[in-house]
């Protein structure tokens, strides 16, 4: 796509079709070409040519876009736009709730730490940026640390280990590394500034918050996430949302083509804890039974949901 006919911000429909080409044609050792898909009732409906010779027809359910903010999208836009300038080509997954940089230096900085990001054994690139930790000590009864922010979940980890009761306010950092020694190491940094003589005055600690990206190649940049609240009344909503795109889905299933895929795209600050695909497990499942694939994509991955048994699609004969 020239840089002339992109438009900010980016349609997550558009990412998802991308990264189901990249899964696609890994798993099944087949090119898979896309088109640019047809939006009708709020669901991106279109297909893949598999190997030039099969078609797989798609819709993509985009859980996303149905809770977009002006303000968030409009930071979205021109993250995307600041990357695309730098010659950069990824898709940069925000964590819940993160706020987007939007302004200089913000901008410079968040595109800095792009270009320093490091791959993963999954495949994805870690994109991390510096942040302050504070931790003061509440009082010397106790072992326990009362955690705001990203740390919140992870309290329990420093009973009994500190010498009195803290509080940590980790309300900078949404996003912890996917190294579980990367994690460890700061659990123990936390510990061991517990520790000072000078934590009830308060110490500060140095951290990496920490997002997930692909790296795409070549094309435009993508920045994928939501400003939609991970509660009862956002997870209602996208329950909703989803059920009426499944619905409108429904004529793909009826598509001429040799199979068909359901894509399901959603915000997640990791890719274990994405929800879409219960959600989908606790709906009526003859609303996506004509689905023979079906995944669901967040925070970088491609999860799959529902597959076949190999060598039952045309395409995935044993190579000879």
């Given at each position: 796509?020239?840089?002339?006919?992109?438009?900010?911000?980016?349609?997550?429909?558009?990412?998802?079709?991308?990264?189901?080409?990249?899964?696609?044609?890994?798993?099944?050792?087949?090119?898979?070409?896309?088109?640019?898909?047809?939006?009708?009732?709020?669901?991106?409906?279109?297909?893949?040519?598999?190997?030039?010779?099969?078609?797989?027809?798609?819709?993509?359910?985009?859980?996303?876009?149905?809770?977009?903010?002006?303000?968030?999208?409009?930071?979205?836009?021109?993250?995307?736009?600041?990357?695309?300038?730098?010659?950069?080509?990824?898709?940069?997954?925000?964590?819940?709730e993160a706020p987007i940089p939007a302004e200089e230096p913000a901008l410079s900085e968040f595109t800095i730490a792009v270009e320093q990001a490091q791959p993963i054994?999954?495949?994805?690139?870690?994109?991390?940026?510096?942040?302050?930790?504070?931790?003061?000590?509440?009082?010397?009864?106790?072992?326990?640390?009362?955690?705001?922010?990203?740390?919140?979940?992870?309290?329990?980890?420093?009973?009994?280990?500190?010498?009195?009761?803290?509080?940590?306010?980790?309300?900078?950092?949404?996003?912890?590394?996917?190294?579980?020694?990367?994690?460890?190491?700061?659990?123990?940094?936390?510990?061991?500034?517990?520790?000072?003589?000078?934590?009830?005055?308060?110490?500060?600690l140095t951290a990496e918050d920490v997002w997930t990206a692909n790296d795409l190649g070549e094309g435009r940049s993508y920045v994928i996430g939501s400003a939609a609240?991970?509660?009862?009344?956002?997870?209602?909503?996208?329950?909703?949302?989803?059920?009426?795109?499944?619905?409108?889905?429904?004529?793909?299933?009826?598509?001429?083509?040799?199979?068909?895929?359901?894509?399901?795209?959603?915000?997640?600050?990791?890719?274990?804890?994405?929800?879409?695909?219960?959600?989908?497990?606790?709906?009526?499942?003859?609303?996506?039974?004509?689905?023979?694939?079906?995944?669901?994509?967040?925070?970088g991955l491609v999860k799959v949901v529902l597959e076949p048994p190999r060598q039952t699609l045309p395409w995935d004969a044993p190579l000879g």
């Amino acid at each position: 796509m020239a840089e002339t006919d992109r438009t900010y911000p980016s349609d997550p429909a558009a990412l998802a079709r991308e990264l189901f080409a990249r899964w696609a044609g890994a798993h099944y050792a087949r090119s898979f070409a896309q088109d640019t898909g047809e939006l009708i009732d709020g669901v991106t409906r279109g297909a893949f040519t598999v190997g030039r010779r099969w078609q797989l027809a798609y819709a993509v359910i985009d859980t996303i876009s149905p809770a977009a903010e002006m303000r968030y999208e409009a930071a979205r836009a021109a993250l995307e736009q600041r990357l695309d300038q730098s010659g950069h080509s990824v898709a940069v997954w925000v964590p819940r709730e993160a706020p987007i940089p939007a302004e200089e230096p913000a901008l410079s900085e968040f595109t800095i730490a792009v270009e320093q990001a490091q791959p993963i054994e999954d495949g994805r690139l870690e994109v991390r940026r510096p942040v302050t930790l504070h931790l003061r000590r509440t009082s010397t009864s106790g072992s326990v640390v009362t955690a705001l922010g990203g740390l919140q979940p992870h309290w329990a980890q420093f009973t009994n280990k500190v010498p009195g009761s803290f509080q940590l306010n980790s309300r900078d950092l949404y996003r912890l590394p996917n190294s579980e020694d990367d994690r460890l190491e700061l659990a123990n940094r936390i510990v061991q500034a517990a520790a000072q003589p000078d934590v009830d005055e308060g110490v500060q600690l140095t951290a990496e918050d920490v997002w997930t990206a692909n790296d795409l190649g070549e094309g435009r940049s993508y920045v994928i996430g939501s400003a939609a609240h991970d509660d009862d009344e956002s997870s209602a909503a996208v329950r909703r949302n989803t059920r009426r795109m499944l619905k409108a889905a429904e004529p793909v299933v009826r598509a001429d083509a040799d199979a068909r895929a359901l894509i399901v795209i959603g915000a997640s600050t990791y890719a274990d804890e994405e929800k879409l695909s219960w959600v989908l497990r606790g709906m009526d499942p003859r609303l996506y039974s004509g689905f023979d694939i079906i995944t669901v994509i967040t925070d970088g991955l491609v999860k799959v949901v529902l597959e076949p048994p190999r060598q039952t699609l045309p395409w995935d004969a044993p190579l000879g």
